[in-house]
T-cell receptor, first 111, second 114 residues
């Protein structure tokens, strides 16, 4: 079946540091890839997505590139802010229209 | 445009009691999903509706869980009786249709079973 593996947290950074969260997946066919973010006390929000190989999703300074050869979708941001503190979930949507999530990575940005 | 609405936001019950969660999807979204998110984990799909039809309920524990979406709009998820292990956040999501792959999530209902 489909699965998503992402790096365990928590990841603790200083403001303006570079953030990367690794995500790899296994799936049949050609899935769509997503990053969702969950801020404290709030629901999941779509951060970015990519639907085919070599696509780059971007939003709010975050980027992730669909790497089919390595089955990866790593999330990056060049300069994090305190407001980026949240839990980040990598997810895939393959055949059957079902989202499969990773376990989440908690990010804490300190001023 | 209003997002996905869920109620209640929090619920505390004793084990063996029934509990129900309500979800109103984004207007015009035909597809509705219920997920369960255990503490420290990613959400897991319980059931997916296309309009009023449950098209994927393979992960729904049918001995105690039930769901309905009678008019193809809002939906109710019920647990009867609740067990300690049901403590989790129950998330509802919607999407415009099966070809639109983006799902939009509600704030969730946090359930604590004592």
């Amino acid at each position: 079946g489909n699965s998503v593996t992402q790096m365990e947290g928590p990841v603790t950074l200083s403001e303006e540091a570079f953030l990367t969260i690794n995500c790899t997946y296994t799936a049949t066919g050609y899935p769509s890839l997503f990053w969702y973010v969950q801020y404290p006390g709030e629901g999941l929000q779509l951060l970015l997505k990519a639907t085919k190989a070599d696509d780059k999703g971007s939003n709010k300074g975050f980027e992730a590139t669909y790497r089919k050869e390595t089955t990866s979708f790593h999330l990056e941001k060049g300069s994090v802010q305190v407001s980026d503190s949240a839990v980040y979930f990598c997810a895939i949507k393959a055949a059957g229209n079902k989202l499969t999530f990773g376990g989440g990575t908690r990010v804490l940005v300190k001023p | 445009e209003a997002g996905v609405v869920q109620s209640p936001r929090y619920k505390i019950i004793e084990k063996k009691q029934p509990v129900a969660f309500w979800c109103n999807p984004i207007s015009g979204h035909n597809t509705l999903y219920w997920y369960r998110q255990n503490l420290g984990q990613g959400p897991e799909l319980l059931i997916r509706y296309e309009n009023e039809e449950a098209v994927d309920d393979s992960q729904l524990p049918k001995d105690r869980f039930s769901a309905e979406r009678l008019k193809g709009v809002d939906s109710t998820l019920k647990i009867q009786p609740a067990e300690l292990g049901d403590s989790a956040v129950y998330l509802c999501a919607s999407s415009p249709g099966t070809t639109e792959k983006t799902q939009y999530f509600g704030p969730g209902t946090r359930l604590l079973v004592l």
